[in-house]
């Protein structure tokens, strides 16, 4: 009798665990609620743009730097880095339909994002933190609504929490090709990103060395789109200040796709 009742506690269900199953069950439930309202989607126009630029590298039979569906008849510089639309040209080549494609990448990227953020305030901080840092960040109505439209900034920002993370547990190679994964899709913000990071190497000796490998190899690989990028920004430069671009002829983002 005494054995057994030494052996009950622990059949019951640690507090940690029922944090666990909150954050589980709050996930799915805002997945299943944008499965329902899948036809709302997308929020914006602006995942037709990358839509425009999934079927401009497959006119031009691989990425290119230069826009001429958007800026016809003389094109424009292509700002954007290319991995957003690959990975959108996947499901086009699989036989997916572009609006199909539109409403699919735009509605998963939010569930995307808060299960990144469950699962890295988890790997760092626990349970209870990964259910309160959930629950606060679905409960931002702005962000869902920013991240389903703004899909290059929000998928940076997964590459980039992902990459904090294996930094903290050393893989830096690992963190590195997220680093990169996060330059090849925005602009600008995974840049402004990487100031924390060395602001964290600054002050934490134990996370330096990863920090500054996972950085440089992470230029390195970002280096070819970097060499593309540059010229182009001077073209573009050049463009605007020309003038050329008000001359320029600019098809509508939200054109049917039918």
């Known amino acids: 009798m005494c054995s057994r009742e ?22 799915v439930a805002i997945m299943l609620l944008t499965i329902v309202r899948i036809s709302h989607y997308p929020l914006f126009i602006d995942p037709y743009y990358h839509l425009s630029i999934m079927r401009l590298f497959d006119a031009a039979g691989g990425i290119t730097s230069w826009d001429t569906l958007q800026f016809a008849p003389w ?14 040209s996947i499901p086009f080549a699989l036989g997916i339909s572009p609006l199909s ?6 509605a998963c990227v939010y569930p995307l994002t808060l ?16 259910l309160i840092a959930t629950l606060f960040t679905a409960s931002l109505w702005m962000f869902m609504y920013k991240s389903s439209y703004l899909m290059p900034s929000s998928l940076a ?39 924390p990071l060395l602001a964290w190497a600054a002050i ?8 500054v490998r996972s950085l440089a190899l992470a230029y390195v690989l970002f280096l070819p789109w970097g060499f593309t990028s540059l010229p182009t920004w001077t073209s573009f430069i050049l463009f605007r200040s020309s003038g050329m671009e008000h001359s320029t002829s600019s098809l509508h983002c939200s054109r049917s796709w039918d």
């Open 204 to 211: 934490d000796s134990t996370a330096r060395r990863s920090i």
């Open 75 to 88: 094109g424009r510089p292509l700002l954007y880095p290319p991995l957003l639309p690959v990975l959108l």
């Open 6 to 27: 030494r052996r009950m506690p622990s059949s019951r269900v640690r507090p940690g665990n029922s944090y666990v199953v909150a954050t589980i069950v709050l996930i």
């Open 115 to 130: 299960i990144v953020v469950a699962y890295v305030t988890y790997s760092f901080y626990g349970a209870r933190s990964a």
């Open 157 to 195: 920002y997964v590459f980039i929490l992902l990459a904090y993370l294996c930094i903290h547990r050393g893989r830096w190679i690992a963190a590195a090709l997220l680093l990169s994964g996060a330059f090849y899709t925005h602009l600008s913000l995974p840049h402004i990103c990487v100031v």
């Open 101 to 106: 494609i539109a409403q699919g990448s735009s």
